[in-house]
């Protein structure tokens, strides 16, 4: 594959549309149609994506007999979605601060204790570079409705392990929430 050039499409306020032009190894050229959330690629290196733009949370209950789990809303799905709490990382805010901020806006849970940092991870690598730390850990306290946002209808609750194997059967979810969960529920 030969990389031949970047074009913005369309700039939106959170996310840029790009048309990705290369040429395949037996000589033909194309056109690969991708979005991200940076509003200025040029270049291959750029594709790279250096930043972490957004926190996955993987969070337990004290005794890890139970998992945290969103259902939320999804417009792009049409539907409601079983998800680990997410978010955008702020400017200069660090891994470990924009998790505390995103579990306790979407749940108003306190981020107790933080077991594991997964590396980076794609959120959707077949259309988008945007890219993810997951952040496995322990939260307590009264989960509450989506305090901080009027745009976001996000139900959390905690559910053993027998109640993920059933939800799994029956619901839609996030591609990397429904791994997780899988291996939960063994």
Known sequence: MKFNGIKKVQEGR?????????TTSEGHEKIYEMISRDKEMKTLADLNNPRIDAV?????????????LNREFRLAAGCYVYNCPAGLVDPGET??????????EETGLELV?????????YSAVGFSNE??????????GEIRKDID??????????????????LLKEYPFAGR??????????
Do not use: P
């Open 14 to 22: 959170f996310i840029t549309r790009y048309d990705v032009s290369y």
């Open 56 to 68: 996955v949370l993987v969070m337990f209950d004290e005794k890890h007999e139970r998992m945290l």
């Open 95 to 104: 891994i470990e601060e924009a998790a505390k901020r995103e579990l306790y």
């Open 113 to 121: 204790k933080i077991e594991d940092i997964i590396g980076e991870s």
């Open 131 to 140: 890219k993810n730390i997951t952040i496995v850990g322990t939260a307590k």
């Open 149 to 166: 946002s009027e745009f976001e209808e996000i139900t959390s609750a905690w559910y053993a392990r027998e109640e993920i194997a059933g």
């Open 177 to 186: 929430t429904q791994a997780f969960c899988y291996m939960f529920s063994k």
